[in-house]
């Protein structure tokens, strides 16, 4: 999406037309902003009581049906975009489809607005950060507080009901600008969170399934994660996929998504697939996501990709060609106007029919109907009585506090330096161009939040703290080093707080070197060699950074990762530095070497390496190659043992009699075969703190497939997160479903699971298991 057109658009109105209207908008505006909009106001027009679509003991297709027959072509076109039109014979009135809650109920996109009825949301961490706490249930904790927020701000006319979020997009390149929203690289890791989101957004699985609180968009479907870079830009880029990536890779986040999360809605993006533009694609859209995962709810285009089908990529020869194309393709709300303008022209010329735009908009009303929009006044309804109490509450503000130190990550720290001793240190240097920012730590889809409490002010809440920027902001054109220097040398420790913010990595804006900006390196090895007590880095950022240089600077004792740590950042940086909290965040992407994005464009998508052009291949699965920090990585104040108890060493498939691989000398059976079901394997393990102190873990359970269909060198099976008190211990199980779960995706695009030993690992423990026939 393009938020910056439309911020742009709200302060448009006129000096005159505000003086002119001034007691009447001074009325209108808090009426406006105090009510909901919604559809069938039977208490204000009983007349509408006798509609079938008002009817809310009918069956949500009946209602819908009712009402698609009762429009114009012309009334019908004005549902296809996100700005929607009214009917006002009918009691429709303009639904604003486009709301966004990346993180925090967002003020990006037009149907959303804070006021001085509800002034700020809260903001939790940036999505990649929350991510790095690998904890399944925070991501539905963190949905479920979203959308009650939303709703409540819903009731009081300030959002709509459907929200443009989550990114699940993989994070394949270290310099894509975007990367900050998504949950990592990891295919499994983004599914677990688009499940997880979405139902804590939905809210779908305690009452019926038909019934939403609020509607999640799964995006940006699919294959998308450039968006400027190098003169390519995401309007214009055609990812060339194979097959074999683009159903291991970048489809099943979106799989997930829809069949496990239920979603309500899918968003195309702006490039093309292998040619095609994703929202024009049947294959993709009717095809894939209605057809094979079965999509109960509507695809929406990003804004407006189907104007950039048509203005920027050529595709078609017309504007209505455009339009009919993507209605059948699959797409049913276009945020953006285009669908709006060439439709009618479109269904003129026969290139697309009547029942082609019923079922698209059949699809948008349903998902409005599942909402309530259609039940009359909200106030009776489920969710109805939420309000702005309801938002910004302590409970809520405390989460955004515990998703932030559940994600932070500590990349090194030598013995000695962190936790740092509250009553020990007597003065703290804090410098660095991060270290009292407050708008950086939200990221971006942002929304205005609660409060902040900046690293600066986590810091000084705990001991005296001695101040300097060191660079004018993140950019640091010059350093300014003596001050700096002259702070930390006399400060019993110091904290450096640098790294990036939008003006580095944004959306449109790729890096195009993974290096800290300007003379930030300079500023952190100046300082480092003067200062009197620990030295600690913390980056603040989205992407990954070489810092190879602090990584093997003796001065330099501890490295922590904070992401965009939301608004309560600063207070859970210094729970971490002061060993209030037990840092237990992994890294949910690799950081790689400069060297690495030297020689890999970004515009090749390939996630297999290729030895014929010393291609190196993308993420953990596939780069073989020297890391800064690696995908998991992520220390603790604890020292945590795994043990195995139990698992499997040898696990026959039952194939039919005749099998062909009976007779020949097969190397993958077909892991969706009647035969491979529901080969549950247990593994248990057992898991000990072994310090006094107490603190969080996780547990990752990899495999290494034996390598026949170009398998990538180990993929993550599973992960659990426990907390555990200083000495305690836990066992933890996990269910492994062979046929899925240790499958891989062949060259076709099949899921085959390889014959032979396949190595699971967890932390240093390894065990091999057999499959065999
Ligand atoms: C709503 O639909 C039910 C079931 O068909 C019907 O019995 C009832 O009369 C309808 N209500 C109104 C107000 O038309
Ligand atoms: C995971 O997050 C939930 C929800 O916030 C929290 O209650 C739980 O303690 C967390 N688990 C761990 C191991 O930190
Ligand atoms: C429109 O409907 C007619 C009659 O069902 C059908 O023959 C024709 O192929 C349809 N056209 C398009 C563009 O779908
Ligand atoms: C930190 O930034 C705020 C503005 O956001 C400013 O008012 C305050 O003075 C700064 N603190 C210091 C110690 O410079
Ligand atoms: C547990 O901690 C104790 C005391 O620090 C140490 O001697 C022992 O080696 C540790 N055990 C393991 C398995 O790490």
């Known amino acids: 999406m393009a938020p910056a057109q439309n911020r742009n658009r709200a302060p448009k109105v006129s000096v005159l037309f505000l003086f002119l209207t001034y007691c009447s908008l001074q009325h209108s505006s808090s009426s406006a902003q105090s009510s909901p909009v919604f559809a069938c106001d039977v208490v204000s027009n009983p007349s509408l009581a006798s509609l079938g679509f008002c009817n809310t003991s009918l069956g949500i297709d009946l209602r819908v049906g009712d009402l698609v027959k009762r429009l114009t072509l012309q009334e019908k076109i004005t549902f296809l975009v996100d700005s929607a039109g009214s009917v006002s014979r009918l009691g429709i009135p303009k639904y604003e489809w486009w709301s966004e809650a990346l993180h925090g109920v967002s003020y990006v996109g037009p149907g959303t607005h804070f006021s001085n009825v509800v002034p700020g949301a809260t903001s939790f961490p940036q999505v990649i950060l929350t991510a790095a706490s690998f904890n399944a249930s925070l991501f539905q904790a963190i949905g479920k507080v979203v959308s009650t927020e939303a709703r409540a701000m819903y009731n009081v006319g300030l959002a709509g009901l459907t929200f443009w979020s989550p990114n699940i997009n993989i994070f394949r390149d270290p310099r894509w600008g975007r990367g900050q929203e998504t949950p990592g690289e990891d295919p499994l890791l983004a599914s677990k969170y688009a499940t997880g989101y979405v139902k804590g957004l939905q809210q779908t699985d305690g009452g019926s399934p038909n019934r939403l609180k609020v509607a999640a968009c799964c ?51 702006y490039n093309q697939v292998n040619g095609k533009p994703t929202c024009a694609d049947p294959d993709l859209l009717a095809g894939v996501i209605r057809g094979q995962w079965k999509l109960n709810g509507y695809i929406v285009s990003d804004c407006d990709s189907v104007d950039v089908l048509y203005n920027s990529q050529h595709y078609t020869k017309t504007p209505e060609e455009a339009a009919a194309k993507s209605i059948l393709a699959g797409l049913d709300l276009n945020c953006g106007s285009f669908l709006g303008k060439h439709t009618e022209a479109a269904v003129k010329a026969g290139l697309v029919n009547e029942s082609a735009i019923d079922n698209a908009i059949s699809n948008n009303f349903a998902t409005l109907m599942r909402l309530g929009f259609f039940d009359g006044h909200p106030s009776k309804q489920p969710y109805g009585q939420l309000g702005p109490k309801d938002v910004c509450t302590q409970a809520n503000q405390d989460l955004a506090l515990d998703a932030a130190r559940q994600g932070i990550v500590l990349l090194k720290n030598t013995a000695g330096s962190l936790p740092l001793s509250p009553t020990a240190i007597k003065n703290l240097a804090v410098i660095g161009p991060n270290a009292n920012v407050t708008k950086t730590m939200i990221g971006n889809y942002e929304g205005t939040p609660c409060k902040y409490t900046t690293p600066l002010q986590g810091l000084a809440a705990v001991v005296a703290t001695t101040y300097q920027a060191g660079c004018s902001n993140v950019q640091c054109g010059t350093a300014q080093v003596d001050d700096a220097k002259k702070a930390a040398a006399s400060a019993d420790a110091t904290v450096l707080v640098m790294g990036a913010d939008q003006s580095i990595e944004a959306e449109g804006r790729d890096r195009l070197d993974l290096l800290l900006p300007g003379q930030q390196q300079l500023l952190i090895t100046e300082v480092a060699k003067v200062a009197k007590g620990p030295v600690i880095l913390i980056i603040m950022s989205g992407g990954g950074f070489d810092v190879s240089f602090a990584k093997n600077d003796p001065k330099i004792k501890s490295i922590l990762w904070v992401g965009y740590p939301g608004q309560a950042g600063g207070a859970a940086i210094a729970d971490v530095c002061f ?53 998991g990585d992520g220390l603790s104040y604890s020292t945590m043992n795994h043990e195995l108890v139990r698992a499997p060493k040898i696990v026959a498939i039952p194939l039919e009699e005749g099998h062909v691989c009976y007779s020949s000398n097969c190397k993958s059976v077909d892991a969706v075969e009647q035969s491979c079901q529901n080969l549950n394997l247990d593994i248990h393990l057992r898991v000990k703190n072994n310090a006094s102190i107490s603190g969080g873990h996780t547990i990752f359970l990899f495999s290494t497939p034996p390598s026949v269909h170009k398998s990538p060198q180990k993929h993550l099976l599973a992960f659990e997160k426990v907390f555990l008190k200083g000495q305690e211990e836990a066992l933890v199980s996990f269910k492994v479903d062979a046929c899925k779960d240790l499958s891989v995706v062949d060259e076709l695009g099949n899921r085959k699971l390889a014959l032979g030993d396949h190595l699971l690992h967890v932390g240093n423990l390894k065990h091999s298991l057999t499959i065999r026939i």
């Open 219 to 269: 995006k940006h479907y699919t294959a998308y994660d450039l968006d400027n870079w190098k003169g390519t830009d995401r309007y214009h880029f055609n990812a060339m996929v194979t097959k074999q990536d683009l159903d291991d890779t970048f489809q099943p986040p979106f799989k997930s998504c829809v069949i496990d999360g239920n979603v309500a809605s899918v968003m195309c993006s």
């Open 579 to 631: 060993g209030r909290y037990n840092p237990s965040g992994r890294l949910p992407m690799t950081w790689y070497p400069q060297s690495y994005v030297e020689k890999v464009p970004m515009t090749n998508m390939n996630m297999r390496p290729d030895a014929s052009n010393g291609y190196p291949g993308r993420t953990y699965r596939f780069y073989t190659g020297e890391t800064v920090y690696a995908f």
